[in-house]
């Protein structure tokens, strides 16, 4: 359990010297059960092409922290920046198929989402799409303090489920939206179980215009996209 906690803690430093990296906005590596590091995810800006920014991030990783990362766990998700400075949602993806020279959105995006309350009750509907395949899923429940959010991640858990057999390993367990700074924050940690384990791991997403229901959707996405494909293989 303590090297447990001190691989967790040497991570947290690493994305935190990660994020250093001029042009990458956020960091976050996900290990497994016995610490390794399984996949490292970097968000960065546009302005350096992302073959360059694995390569920085290997470089970074082994000369502060002497951690070798293989650059196949290393996934890079560009986004272009408004007048605000905020992402948009245009994903340049760093894998197999820009590798070959195809670029395909093969991540699972958000389509849609609507949300109604009557009372106490609610009812969301979250809207998913994967290229040309759509998936609807829908969660319903009593709306009581800080339920509302959870709804939402339990619809867009729901659709995964349709696209990704590895959904069905996994289940919400919290899902909120906070304040850090000047900005609210969308967060939602998702429990996988990989028998005999259970692991939890952690999506976030800025609140924009499209408002909470949008941002908890693509915060459950942060956290599961990726890992699904490599869970129904199991």
């Known amino acids: 359990m303590a090297t447990e ?4 803690d040497l991570y947290r430093d690493v994305e935190r010297e990660l994020c250093r990296i001029p042009d990458v906005t956020a960091a976050r590596i996900v290990s497994g059960p016995a610490g390794q590091p399984l996949e490292v995810h970097i968000l960065a ?15 970074v990783a082994m000369a502060a922290f002497g951690v070798d990362f293989d650059r196949r766990i290393i996934s890079v998700v560009q986004l272009d920046t408004d007048e605000s400075g905020l992402p948009t949602d245009r994903p340049e993806v760093d894998g197999p198929e820009e590798r070959a020279g195809t670029p395909v959105l093969t991540r699972i995006v958000l389509d849609g989402v609507t949300s109604q309350r009557n009372g106490t009750f609610g009812s969301t509907q979250v ?8 998936a609807v899923g829908v969660a319903e429940g009593l709306v009581v303090a800080g ?12 659709a995964l489920r349709q696209l990704e057999p590895g959904a069905g ?35 976030s997403a800025v609140v924009r215009s499209a408002g909470d229901d949008d941002a908890m959707v693509r915060a459950v996405l942060d956290a599961t996209n990726r890992r699904l494909a490599r869970l129904a293989a199991l």
């Open 5 to 8: 906690r001190a691989d967790v």
């Open 45 to 59: 800006s546009p302005h350096k092409h992302a073959k360059q920014v694995v390569r920085d991030v290997q470089s």
């Open 127 to 134: 809207s998913l799409r994967r290229n040309d395949h759509q």
């Open 147 to 158: 339920a509302g959010m959870r709804l939402v991640a339990s619809a867009t858990l729901a």
């Open 169 to 203: 390993r996994a289940d919400i367990e919290t899902a909120s939206v906070l304040r850090v700074g000047d900005r609210m924050i969308a967060v939602a940690s998702v429990v996988f179980l990989v028998p005999p384990y259970e692991e939890v791991v952690a999506g």
